[in-house]
């Protein structure tokens, strides 16, 4: 059984679409209370951070490596390029390119953050954003012709960039590859369970 620690909107959203495309079973630990995530939940997440999973008692925390062990651990999803097919090499990179480029740079700019590119790994956002269109000017997912799992995570990032935000210039390439890659009922039944939250 996969136990899934998680506050509605918020980085923990793409993998609850993400677990919704494995279709395994799961249970939600909703851990987000009055003030903060419990001091207790650092037992689980060291850094007190949704999203995490308890797998069998196996404990996967950061959103890049529980996408690459749930898509990877159910092969089934067909959601992970397997070792030798030509699309794994776009599928790690975009995978977490994500987290460690996409939405570090997101927040500076959300935040107003002034910097030169070599005072953080993740760089400058305008080289993040033109990067990312750059990709999906040359095909339709991230890790080219079919969805994966990192899709779900870079179409979460996006979207939030996109329109909740309002930092991600309003393009229809970006437009487009979030309304492709969330057209599925997996993103729907996501959407929909959030929903049930206050
Ligand atoms: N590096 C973590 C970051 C996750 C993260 O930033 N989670 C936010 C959700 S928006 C969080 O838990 N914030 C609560 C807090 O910081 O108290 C990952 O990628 O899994």
């Known amino acids: 059984m996969i136990k899934f620690y998680f506050a509605p909107w918020s980085r923990a959203s ?3 679409w993400l677990l919704e495309e494995i279709g395994q079973a799961y249970e939600i630990e909703h851990v987000r209370a009055e ?3 419990p001091e207790s939940y650092r037992a689980v997440q060291p850094n007190k951070k949704v999203p995490a999973i308890d797998h069998d008692g196996t404990i996967v925390t950061e959103r890049a490596a529980i996408c690459m062990y749930l898509s990877e ?6 959601l992970a390029p397997a070792v030798g097919d030509p699309a794994r090499p776009a599928f790690l990179t975009w995978l977490v390119y994500c987290d460690a480029v996409f939405d570090p740079a997101l927040a500076a700019r959300a935040n107003g953050w002034a910097y030169e590119s070599n005072n953080f790994s993740f760089g400058l956002f305008e080289d993040m954003v033109a990067n990312v269109e750059r990709m999906l000017s040359s095909r339709p997912f991230a890790a ?4 994966t799992a990192a899709d779900t995570q870079l179409a979460s990032g996006i979207h939030f960039g996109l329109n909740i ?11 487009d590859y979030v309304q492709r890659a969330t057209n599925r009922p997996a993103y729907k039944r996501s959407m ?3 929903a049930t939250y206050a």
């Open 14 to 16: 793409g993998t609850l």
């Open 35 to 37: 003030g903060g995530l």
């Open 73 to 78: 651990t159910f092969p089934e999803a067909g």
């Open 144 to 147: 080219g012709e079919r969805f």
């Open 165 to 175: 935000l309002k930092a991600i210039p309003d393009r229809p390439v970006f437009r």
């Open 192 to 194: 929909d369970l959030q």
